[in-house]
């Protein structure tokens, strides 16, 4: 099939990606907003245009445990959650990262309970960064598509051999329409070639993986480790090498975006970027040095990217859709880690909003680059910022 | 697909394994493999004999195997038969060795899971009723009355205070394509069922009482003897369900006697006489349910 241009949403963007990428084996369990993906990819299956084995499990736990065990015998696979599912199957995330299975996972962002609700913030796999997954956030439905295709790639290289999160904001993204350019299947085909592994169970040559490990288990992780930090240069070379091909990239680990000669720059994550691009277009054109940068990924964390932007700048903020309670956000915590290494950092303030969903407007970042602008011209600002709350906080 | 002493092969798929000296479980699981042989994925939750058999670099088993996370065996074997399915893979089969907690409390979603998909793989639970691994503690299938360190007995509590599962029975339920109850002490009855158990075309579940000679107090020279006393005196049974039916496999003319069995294990040492006769009158009881319903 050649490529087109299709009218999608952001989940069903995903689940075109899953048919061009041919999993052997897909097994997912349903939660809002991510059930758009397992049903038309169930969809799929049913019309013959995907050839996958199709598992409906029992739970979030189960469709990673399946996932784990056709990844086992050296399977393609791909599942999908969001979410209490993402946190329910939070005992399998470790378990595949360290086993070294490259698994392909969409999550749908949407916030953790209590109190319950359905919208998006990035609670969830934020709680997750330490699992040993690579994770990238999307802004759109493209980005989206093309980053399920290209995770496969980046998760089989032998040089890193890591499962991938491929995140997307709750309804802000996985919910929302638009225009999306669909690569054709022997295109596909030629990018990512069929997965190949001595990493698994094998009739002609039996294996146990998942063992246990007393005296070796430290020197299996710092491998592990030592892996991930190949993943950035892999990423930026398949962002390239689809960038050939396709005609659309992505900047690797982080994307600037008007960052030359700013003074202040706020760096972001997912959808919310789209929103803070206009207003950085609009603040420009009144003359106002500011930019921003994406953080496409969480881990690996582009330290080396912020350090150089952070290097630069007068003053940095950080939209935080979370927060590690009793501290700040967590990626307000990864990027102060990282610039606390330059001789003189700029200061920094932590904008922590859109929890449960609320609004984060372009009134708010415009608010927001207000404060880093008068940070950079040396007033003292509250460093721990909450946006658009209805209640008095108390600092 | 040799499944009586005589033919079984010689060869070991499962040795130089850490379990205790009188190991019921490790005995089920060696001779499990001899009968599904070489091209055989093996998955094994946390429990003892995952601890015994997967300290890498010693690893036990010559065959493909993997530990899977605790609750899951039911999931991950799902997903190593339909990746096998989907590469393509010819004659090969997919078991799970579980323990009586693996299976019948913290796995037992995921056994559902897989029986409810009729996926083409065999559980088999090695039941030594008590989380063995991580010392002795009560699960869903310690039998009433059992000393376990959660379950202690005192002045209070008369040991483990629930019935036992049935799982046999849970698992029939679901309609399952085969399903039979064993013991090591019937091993040749135990080998012929992962026989049958190996030729189904969807899941098949194997429950094997499994005597743990250090979690149950017996020497270890008595396990075989302990397993096959479970099933003379009633409290074990062997039986089948297929086709949709449940057959008895083995009626004992007569009981061997309920307090003889119990008082030669240190976990029912405390045990008095009221308490025998509740455990008599309750297997008494199931008895009657059987021979009314089940086919002999
Ligand atoms: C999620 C989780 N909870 C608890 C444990 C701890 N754990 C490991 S083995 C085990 C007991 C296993 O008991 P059983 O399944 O009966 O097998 P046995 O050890 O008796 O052979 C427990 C509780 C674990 N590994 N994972
Ligand atoms: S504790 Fe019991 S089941 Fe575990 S290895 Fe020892 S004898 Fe076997």
Redesign the pocket.
């Known amino acids: 099939m050649p490529g087109c241009r299709i009218f999608v949403s952001g989940d069903e963007a995903v689940a075109e990606a899953v048919r061009l990428a041919r999993p052997h084996v897909i097994s997912a369990y349903p939660i809002t907003p991510q059930t758009v993906v397992v049903e038309r990819i169930s969809d799929f299956v049913e019309d013959g245009s995907l050839k996958s084995e199709y598992l409906h499990v029992e739970s979030e736990h189960s469709a990673m445990s399946a996932a784990l065990g056709a990844a086992a015998v050296g399977a393609r696979t791909f599942t999908a959650t969001s979410s209490q599912g993402l946190l329910y199957m939070a005992?399998l995330l470790p378990y595949v990262s360290g086993a070294r299975f490259p698994i392909v996972m969409m999550n749908a962002n949407r916030t953790l309970a209590t109190p319950w609700a359905l919208l998006s913030d990035h609670r969830d796999s934020l709680s997750q960064i330490d699992s040993g997954w690579i994770q990238v956030y999307c802004e759109d439905a493209q980005e989206a598509l093309d980053m399920i295709i290209q995770a496969y790639r980046i998760a089989e290289d032998p040089r890193v051999m890591a499962p991938i999160m491929v995140n997307l904001d709750g309804f802000l993204l996985t919910h929302t329409y638009e225009m999306v350019e669909l690569p054709g299947q022997e295109e596909v085909d030629a990018f990512l070639p069929p997965y190949r592994t001595g990493n698994k169970m094998d009739l002609d040559d039996p294996k146990t993986v998942c063992y246990a490990a007393m005296d070796e288990y430290m020197e299996f992780h710092m491998k592990q480790e030592l892996d991930m930090r190949k993943a950035p240069a892999v990423i930026a070379e398949v962002d390239r090498a689809f960038g050939d091909r396709f005609g659309r990239s992505y900047g690797g680990m982080v994307e600037p975006y008007r960052c030359e000669d700013a003074e202040v720059v706020l760096l972001t994550l997912g959808t919310v970027t789209g929103t803070a691009r206009v207003v950085v277009d609009a603040m420009r054109e009144e003359g106002h040095r500011v930019g921003l940068a994406k953080l496409r990924f969480m881990r690996p964390f582009p330290r080396q990217e912020i350090l150089e932007i952070a290097g630069r700048v007068k003053a940095m903020g950080v939209i935080d859709k979370d927060i590690s309670v009793g501290y700040e956000g967590i990626v307000f915590t990864n990027v102060n880690s990282s610039v606390c290494d330059l001789a003189s950092p700029p200061p920094r303030i932590n904008f922590i909003g859109g929890l449960g969903g609320r609004n984060i407007s372009k009134g708010h970042v415009r608010g927001m680059f207000g404060q880093l602008l008068k940070l950079a011209g040396g007033e003292g600002m509250e460093r721990i910022q909450f946006i658009n709350v209805g209640c008095e906080h108390n600092g | 697909m040799a499944t009586n002493a005589r033919e079984l092969t010689n060869t070991e798929f499962l040795y130089g394994h850490r379990a205790c000296a009188g190991c019921g479980?490790s005995l089920a699981l060696r001779l499990a493999m001899k009968v599904l042989g070489p091209r055989t994925f093996v998955a094994i939750?946390?429990?003892?004999?995952s601890a015994v058999s997967f300290l890498y670099p010693q690893i036990s088993f010559t065959t493909n195997a993997m530990i899977s996370?605790?609750?899951a065996t039911g999931a991950v074997l799902s997903g190593i038969e339909a990746g096998a399915r989907a590469l393509g893979f010819k004659d090969y089969s997919v078991v799970g060795f579980?323990?009586?907690?693996?299976?019948a409390d913290?796995g037992i979603q995921a056994l559902s899971g897989a029986i409810d998909r009729g996926d083409r793989v065999i559980y088999v639970c090695?039941d030594?009723e008590?989380?063995?691994?991580?010392g002795i503690q009560k699960?869903g299938l310690t039998p009433f009355g059992s000393r376990t360190t959660t379950s202690p007995a005192g002045r209070n509590i008369p040991g483990a205070a629930g019935r036992k599962k049935d799982m046999f029975e849970i698992v029939a339920a679901h309609g399952i394509e085969y399903a039979a109850t064993a013991s090591i002490g019937y091993l040749e009855d135990f080998l012929k069922k992962i026989g049958k158990a190996a030729r189904c075309r969807t899941t098949s579940y194997i429950h094997v009482l499994s005597p743990c000679a250090t979690g149950w107090g017996f020497p270890v020279e008595q396990t075989v003897e302990m397993g096959k006393e479970a099933v003379d005196c009633g409290l074990w049974v062997l039986a089948e369900y297929e086709d949709e039916e449940f057959v008895l496999n083995r009626k004992p003319k007569e009981f061997s006697c309920v307090g003889d069995y119990l008082k030669k294990q240190a976990r029912f040492k405390h045990l008095k006489e009221k308490e025998v006769e509740f455990i008599t009158a309750n297997r008494d009881k199931k008895w009657e349910k059987i021979l009314k319903n089940w086919k002999a």
Not at chain 2, 45 to 49: D, G, L, S
Not at chain 2, 98 to 103: C, E, P, Q, S, Y
């Open positions: 005992e | 479980g939750p946390a429990n003892c004999m996370p605790f609750p579980a323990g009586d907690g693996g299976t913290i090695y030594n008590a989380y063995m691994n991580t699960s």
